[in-house]
C-alpha cells in the first residue's frame, strides 16, 4: 500500500472538481447521526480516528478527502451553500484562509480552553488539534551533520545547487513560504524562492518521497514536517533512528522551524450542532491526541499527553515568533511560488 500522505499536485480547478467528486467514509440516512467533515488530510491517516468516533458515538462521519489547498478551495467556492459542516485543515493558514471568508462559527470558551493561545485563532473559530515543526531532513553519509546549513536561508547558497528536494504544491510548503512572508517581508521570501529555483532543487509532490529519496540517497537534504521520518519508519516495522536520514531541527527562531499546526474549523451552518461538536470534542480528546503522537509522530497539543519519540519536545524547539492567525494569505502564496518557478 503507498504511503499514507501521497498525493498527486492539481490545478486550482481541478481541485474543486477533485473535492467535489471524491467523498470518502460511509453514507448516512438522513435520519441518522451524522457529521459532514471535509479532510485535507489523507483518509488513509484520518479515517481510523473517525471510525473510532462513530464506533463509539454512532456518529457517522461523511468525509470528502483532497488536499488541504483543494478542500479550502472547495468551500471557498461553494461559500454558505456549502454542505461540509467541519473543515480539517493540514495547517493553519488554509484554516485562516476560510475563516477570512466569515465561513466559520465561534467555537465554545471550553473547547478552546483545552489549547494554549498559540495553537488556535485570535478569534476562536479554529482550534489545532496537532502540532508539527518545519525541519531539514539530510542524508549523513551525504551530507556530515557538521556541514548543515544554520538557517534555512542558507540553502540559496550555490553550494546545495541540485542537493535538496521540496514540494512546493505541499500546504506545508506553502504555509512556510507564508510564513517567511510574514516575518520577513514578501522581497526577502521573492529573493529566497528565486535562489532555491536557481540552485535546481528536484521537485516532489508530497514530503514522502522526499524522505524516502533522501533515506535512499538520491537526493541529500529536503525541506519537510517532523512526522514523515517516524511514519515511514513505522510504515517499514523499525525505529525511526534505524532510518539513514535523520532530522535536522533548525534553532534561533529561524523560520525552517516553523511549528504549524492541523486543525478544524466548524461551519457556521453547524454552529449548534451537538454532533460537531462531540467530533470536535473527541479530536481535543486524550485518546485522539494519544493517536497523533504514537501513530503519526505529530506533537499533542492537549496538556498531559507524552508527544511522539524521537524528536526534542514541543516545548524545546526555538520556533520563530510567528503568529498562525497570519498565514491566512493562501491564495498570494500560491501565486508567489508560482512565480518563482517552482511551480508551473
Known amino acids: 500500500m503507498k504511503f499514507l500522505r501521497?498525493?498527486?499536485?492539481?490545478?486550482?480547478?481541478?481541485?474543486?472538481?477533485?473535492?467535489?467528486?471524491?467523498?470518502?467514509?460511509?453514507?448516512?440516512?438522513?435520519?441518522?447521526?451524522?457529521?459532514?467533515?471535509?479532510?485535507?488530510r489523507s483518509e488513509n491517516l484520518v479515517k481510523p480516528l473517525l471510525d473510532t468516533f462513530?464506533?463509539?458515538?454512532?456518529?457517522?462521519?461523511?468525509?470528502r478527502y483532497g488536499n488541504t489547498a483543494q478542500m479550502a478551495a472547495q468551500l471557498l467556492e461553494e461559500g454558505d451553500k456549502s454542505p461540509a459542516e467541519v473543515f480539517f485543515a493540514?495547517?493553519?493558514?488554509?484554516?485562516?484562509?476560510?475563516?477570512?471568508?466569515?465561513?466559520?462559527?465561534?467555537?465554545?470558551?471550553?473547547?478552546?480552553?483545552?489549547?494554549?493561545?498559540?495553537?488556535?485563532?485570535?478569534?476562536g473559530k479554529w482550534v489545532g488539534v496537532s502540532a508539527r515543526s518545519r525541519v531539514l531532513?539530510?542524508?549523513?553519509?551525504?551530507?556530515?551533520?557538521?556541514?548543515?546549513?544554520?538557517?534555512?536561508?542558507?540553502?540559496?547558497?550555490?553550494?546545495w545547487k541540485g542537493k535538496i528536494a521540496v514540494a512546493p504544491t505541499?500546504?506545508?510548503?506553502?504555509?512556510?513560504?507564508?510564513?517567511?512572508?510574514?516575518q520577513h517581508g514578501e522581497a526577502k521570501t521573492r529573493e529566497f524562492l528565486a535562489g532555491l529555483k536557481a540552485n535546481e532543487p528536484q521537485i516532489r509532490d508530497g514530503n514522502v518521497p522526499i524522505v524516502e529519496d533522501v533515506d535512499a540517497g538520491k537526493i541529500a537534504l529536503g525541506l519537510v514536517n517532523h512526522y514523515y521520518a517516524g511514519e515511514i519508519a513505522k510504515e517499514?516495522?523499525?525505529?525511526?533512528?534505524?532510518?539513514?536520514?535523520?532530522?535536522?531541527?533548525?534553532?534561533?527562531?529561524?523560520?525552517?522551524?516553523?511549528?504549524?499546526?492541523?486543525?478544524?474549523?466548524?461551519?457556521?451552518?453547524?454552529?449548534?450542532?451537538?454532533?460537531?461538536?462531540?467530533?470536535?470534542?473527541?479530536?481535543?480528546?486524550?485518546?485522539?491526541?494519544?493517536?497523533?503522537?504514537?501513530?503519526?509522530?505529530?506533537?499533542?497539543v492537549v496538556t498531559g499527553?507524552?508527544?511522539?519519540?524521537?524528536v526534542p519536545a514541543l516545548a524545546d524547539l526555538t520556533a520563530p515568533p510567528v503568529d498562525l492567525n497570519d498565514l491566512d494569505g493562501l491564495q498570494a502564496t500560491i501565486t508567489l511560488i508560482k512565480e518563482s518557478g517552482l511551480t508551473p
Open 6 to 40: 501521497r498525493a498527486a499536485a492539481v490545478t486550482a480547478t481541478a481541485a474543486v472538481v477533485l473535492g467535489l467528486a471524491a467523498c470518502g467514509g460511509t453514507d448516512a440516512g438522513d435520519d441518522e447521526a451524522a457529521v459532514t467533515l471535509y479532510s485535507g
Open 54 to 63: 462513530t464506533a463509539q458515538t454512532g456518529i457517522t462521519v461523511k468525509a
Open 90 to 123: 493540514q495547517d493553519a493558514g488554509a484554516l485562516g484562509a476560510v475563516n477570512k471568508k466569515g465561513l466559520f462559527a465561534a467555537l465554545p470558551a471550553e473547547t478552546l480552553g483545552k489549547v494554549p493561545q498559540t495553537y488556535r485563532s485570535a478569534d
Open 137 to 159: 531532513v539530510y542524508n549523513p553519509t551525504l551530507v556530515p551533520a557538521a556541514d548543515l546549513p544554520k538557517s534555512v536561508f542558507d540553502l540559496t547558497d550555490p553550494k
Open 170 to 182: 505541499n500546504a506545508s510548503f506553502q504555509a512556510f513560504v507564508t510564513a517567511m512572508t510574514v
Open 236 to 300: 517499514r516495522g523499525v525505529a525511526p533512528d534505524a532510518l539513514t536520514a535523520k532530522l535536522h531541527f533548525f534553532t534561533g527562531g529561524d523560520i525552517g522551524a516553523l511549528v504549524n499546526v492541523a486543525g478544524v474549523g466548524v461551519l457556521t451552518s453547524a454552529a449548534e450542532d451537538a454532533d460537531v461538536r462531540k467530533l470536535v470534542d473527541y479530536l481535543l480528546g486524550p485518546e485522539a491526541q494519544k493517536y497523533f503522537a504514537e501513530e503519526t509522530f505529530e506533537y499533542p
Open 305 to 310: 499527553v507524552t508527544g511522539p519519540a524521537g
